[in-house]
């Protein structure tokens, strides 16, 4: 994953003027001393239709971000990478499973969110969009994409609507799994063969750009977070959980003699703060409004799995049961 | 539909078909989900599962709550067969709330109990009792409850049928969790591999 409300559009910020003051008060109150909200709560609509927004497209990250990773699994070299690959994906899709449960709990049923991915009307995380041509590139993403997702989940699992912070902290677990695993490949590639080298650097100047983009635009140009900050929806900034992204992993790219296709990358030791050249952003814009090398793959693999397993579905469809909301 | 996963082509996708809404399909059911993490501690709710029937939803339970970490037993529930008190903040115990006798008819049968003690926690399995109904149940429980330490802010109370236990013989689905040590970070040492190489990078 990859959530982090970042890469993602916010509701329309209006209508808070017309929910009861006492109530805000009293809600606002409570995130502030700390505690969570409880699906029983009183919440602004605003928070509502955010967070479910947020979480719904953090679970389809979950559910898109399998499939350039699950491109490698049967060409995986060797059964360790073959077992250890198949797991993380497997992990994956179950962190998709916990988030849906979770936004469920704010009112939308599972089927609205998956009719929503499929008709593209909901968004994922944008790096998904780009194709794992080589092993390097799934190395890549085990690694350093899960990475930026777990400085994005970290920040979040602080935040303050309790289901969500519950699956998080559970999925914080599993991800260290997928960190260390995708590590352990970096440097198998990085101090092999000068043929492994040369594919682990290329797949790093191909996906640099894409994981920049991953935090989302630049604070400045960045509009409405103050009030998802108040209410702890948005912990931290996009460029702040850039910058921790830099901080923590620039140096360990750098220690395996690989380099990062930015001249201009490099720590203030000042200001504490990393300086680089901006991303492309209106590659970015592009490629989230559908217009990316796999956009079209991604939705279409997805559509024809909900389509194949209809009849799955309907011939366990038993009328005993009843589709409620979870409790928590 | 021509891929770089090799079992994307072969799924032979028209990737230009028109995004259409799926057909709709009435959803399945929901299921909460407790789980032991060791023999001997308290069971606790750890989220939810939606399944066509409660045997379907221990397998996708078992699959999704205990894939990773310890487990030694196993609970599910039907959503709509938990039934929910008020919850309650600060000092205030939710046994307070709860009347002091409850209509009751029938056959006693067993209930289960969970408590939520802390808010943004889970719910916790505290014991069964025997009662015509959960509402007399929780009447009878309100004496034992009233006076805890710390403050009860929510419970479950659900009848025992309802509930589909993980058995005995079910126990040895979790024999081979120690065995998959591939699923855990400490697997994946490299300090010395990267020790090695800048070593002769240096040469
Ligand atoms: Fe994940
Ligand atoms: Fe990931
Ligand atoms: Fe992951």
Redesign the interface.
Known sequence: MYGGGNTFESAKFEGLENEDPQKLAEFEARIERGEKIEPSDWMPKLYRKQLIRMIEQHAHSEIIGALPEGTWITRAPGFKRKLALMAKVQDEVGHAQLLYSAAETLGKPREAMIDDLITGKSKYSNIFNYPAFTWADSCFISWLVDAGAIVNQLANARGSYGPYCRALDRICAEESFHLKYGHHCVIHMATGSEKQREMMQAAINRWWGPMMHFFGPPDKVSVHTEVLMKWKVKMASNDDCRNQFLDMYVPKIWELGLTIPDPNLKKNEDTGRWEYTEPDWEEFKRVINGDGPCNKERLAVRRTAEERGAWVRKALLAPKTEYVAPLA | ?E??????SR?N?????S????????????F?VFVQLKEGKQYK?E???????RD?AFIFAK??FS???MCSGLFVV???N?F?TE?TEDTVNVYEKVADNADAQGEAQEFEFFHLMK??K??EHIGSIEAQSAEQALVMAKSEFINSDKPIYNV?VVKTNDILFSSEEDKVIWNTLPE?K?????????AD??K???IR?HK
């Not at chain 2, 996708?13 to 078909?17: G, R």
């Not at chain 2, 989220?47 to 029937?53: E, Q, R, T």
């Open positions: 539909m891929s770089l996963d090799p079992r994307v799924l996708i028209d990737e230009n078909a995004l259409s809404p799926k057909a709709p399909l009435d959803q399945f059911g929901t909460e709710h989220g939810a599962v939606h399944a066509p029937n379907m699959e999704q894939r990773r970490l039907d959503t709509r938990v929910v919850y808010r943004g889970q719910h479950w998959k591939f699923r855990d970070a400490i697997a994946y040492k490299a591999k990267v090695a190489f800048k990078q």
